[in-house]
């Protein structure tokens, strides 16, 4: 990984990597979850539960198809960001900065004044893109807690706060350092969740907030 590091040419290659940042962020934009939930028939879900626009508020409508198809096409839309700038460039830090890119524009898309959803799926969409085995991980960590403890919000912090330390176990540290500043914005994100948890008021999954 450091080898390919050392191959880009940061004063030459900065536009791409500046471009790759953009049309990442642009894509991650794209806000599924509003989309969805007024296809279902539930109207703006951000007038709904916690107002979040995640497949875990868009669940809280009673629309199990559109909370499903929101999950897929968040993780989905980061996914494709990955792999498209692995596939178009084929060495870091590409797709670790369309990963940062697609997870930047879902937190903070344009359209809807910079208020997006918490990240969870991207982030998900991401680690599978960039180590499909550590993507697996992620993944079985969130649906281990989230089995055991029925919060889909102590799920999304427990995956995200191991999966730095599955990739720095791997010696892929990039992608750790990735993860890590990824895990630090889903706890920024998930901070009145966190709020709740230590109350012990945090609802369960599919219940309103």
Known sequence: ???????????????????????SYFLGSIPFGLLFGWISGAGDIRKIGSGNIGATNVLRSGKRWAAAATLIADGGKALAAVLIATAV????????????????GHLFPVWLRFKGGKGVACFMGIMLGLDWRIGLLTCADWLIVARAFRISSLAALVSAAMTPLFFAVLGEYLFAALSFVLAVLIFISHRANLARLRRGEEPGIGKRT
Do not use: Y
């Open 89 to 104: 460039f084929g060495l870091d830090p590409f797709p670790v900065i369309a990963g940062f890119g697609a997870f930047i």
């Open 1 to 23: 990984m450091l080898e390919t590091l050392a191959l880009v040419r940061w004063g030459d290659d900065w536009p791409l990597l500046l471009a790759t940042f953009l049309l």
